[in-house]
């Protein structure tokens, strides 16, 4: 029987369709066999040619083996029907057979095929809003502005409800499709700042009101918008979050100015597939926030989820999502959540992978497997698959790291310096610290990231003299080094 290669595009060898009858890919075979033949060719054209016309038709013209080929394509989103693609590359593809260790980068870039125009679905969103005293003034006034700015952009499907919390979270305008932007703008005017932060009490209300009318022909989304940090119910808001991410409400945190609890609200955007984000002036709000609920009006696809099983002596040991930003990414028992797919954002995941010796000859390192369920269209589950393989030989020949992957991993690794400037300095290793963060200024000006090139060296400047760094230095650099991404990747037309 004919080995199947499933990467080896078999309708194109032949010419024909991927619908094509079994009549038109034996005519066509026919064809081209009587013109490549190496005994009858009247071309000029390598032998290996007619080899992969056999190959092709070997395989298409079985019906059982095209069909097991159709559903090897599907799963690596390689057909045409394929509502999700996904390329792979490695930062080798020769590993050594004689070294006991190994270090093997991975990147995994997940799209929407082109194809797909899948119906946008209504939102269910619902605003909660920090009004605790430390947001009087220039905050307040400012996420009032936003609202306003989505109450009017939003469709007559869509549904919002608005929450205030300080010492106790009230309802201002419960969850309305087709909400009324003169009413509702009355009722976000109203929302005045006092007392303490809370935010337990928020999020409890507004998953209340979403649950109102969420379902699986609905985008439910929850956004925070706070400027402070509660204090005595953080275990309670992460296991809150994470019944909110396995009910496939996602839980997007906007936090303003420098006092808030980022370690958090991380917390609380992961479990429930959502993000975090960073506002360092009030003017921010109203654009960081209109971008997030168009975003929400994007998805293509969510609770996309990624499984892999590894080969004996293959071990994955840090695991990152690098578009459409860079977070470090928690995975147990080889499995990780990704969250929602944006039609205009594609999504993409960095791999470690630490590799033990094999002796030489192609082999398996590791299966990934993707679900997703698709929106808007008629098809909802989907399974992708990918087989790693590397060649282990004596003496590996050297070749670069493909470009897509050399773009991204220079980008994580910049996020990651960050990260262990701030874990050496908790350690009291004020040399390590300042050196990581020097090395941070460096990589960003040579990027032409002057602004946080300047951040990273006042912060190191500050550790060196004794000093500790400030929170907004340190927010950042966490949040500006983990949006790098979005410059250069796009979708493409």
């Known amino acids: 029987m004919s080995k199947i290669d499933a990467r080896k595009d078999y309708y194109g060898v032949l010419g024909v369709s991927p619908d094509a009858t079994e009549e038109e890919i034996k005519r066509a075979y026919r064809a081209l066999a009587r013109r490549y033949h190496p005994d009858s060719r009247t071309d000029h054209a390598p032998t290996t040619l007619f080899h992969e016309i056999q190959a092709a038709y070997a395989v298409l013209g079985d019906r059982e083996m095209r069909q097991a080929y159709d559903r090897q394509r599907a799963e690596l989103g390689l057909n ?64 009032k502005q936003a609202a306003y700015q989505i109450v009017e952009e939003l469709s007559q499907d869509d549904a919002l409800a608005v929450v205030t919390f300080s010492d106790r979270a009230e309802v201002v305008i419960p969850s309305t499709q087709g909400v009324n932007p003169a009413q509702a703008r009355a009722k976000i005017a109203s929302i005045l700042p006092s007392g303490g932060t809370e935010m337990l009490q928020g999020l409890q209300l507004g998953l209340e009101e979403l649950e109102k009318r969420h379902g699986s022909n609905t985008v439910s989304h929850l956004i925070l918008l706070t400027d402070g940090q509660t204090y005595g119910d953080e275990e309670a808001c992460v296991a809150l979050a994470r019944v909110a991410g396995e009910r496939n409400i996602g839980i997007t945190s906007l936090g303003i100015g420098e006092d808030w609890n980022d370690e958090l609200l991380d917390q609380v955007a992961a479990q429930s597939g959502g993000v975090t984000a960073y506002i360092s002036s009030p003017g921010q709000v109203q654009s960081l926030l209109r971008k997030q609920v168009h975003g ?99 003496q590996p020949a050297e070749a670069p790291v493909p470009g897509p992957l050399l773009q991204l991993l220079s980008k994580v690794t910049i996020y990651r310096m960050q990260e262990r400037a701030w874990d050496a300095l908790e350690r009291g290793n004020v040399k390590e610290a300042t050196r990581h963060l020097e090395m941070v200024a460096t990589r ?16 190191a400047g500050r550790i060196v003299q004794g000093g500790q760094p400030t929170p907004k230095g340190r927010k950042e650099l966490k949040y500006g080094t983990r949006s790098l991404m979005t410059s250069s990747w796009r979708k493409p037309k």
């Open 444 to 459: 960003l000006l040579d990027m032409g990231e002057t602004g946080l090139a300047r951040a990273a060296m006042l912060e």
């Open 296 to 394: 929400l009006g994007t998805v293509v696809a969510r609770q996309l989820r990624l499984e892999f099983n590894c080969a004996e002596g293959v071990v994955v040991e840090a695991l990152y999502r690098a578009l459409p930003f860079v977070e470090r990414l928690s995975f147990a028992d080889g499995v990780v959540g990704l969250g929602s797919l944006q039609a205009d954002e594609p999504m993409a995941i960095v791999a470690e992978i630490g590799v033990n010796a094999r002796p030489p000859g192609e082999h398996r390192l590791l299966r990934f497997e993707l679900t997703a369920d698709l929106l808007g269209t008629g098809q909802r589950k989907v399974k992708l698959r990918q087989e790693i393989y590397c060649d282990f030989h004596p």
């Open 80 to 143: 045409q029907a394929a509502p999700l693609s996904w390329k792979c590359y490695l930062s080798r593809t020769q590993l050594s057979s004689l070294e006991p260790e190994q270090l093997l980068y991975l990147m995994c870039e997940i799209r929407p095929a082109v194809t797909v125009e899948g119906k946008r679905l209504p939102l269910n969103l619902c605003l909660v809003i920090d009004r605790s005293t430390s947001m009087q003034g220039a905050r307040l006034d400012n996420v």
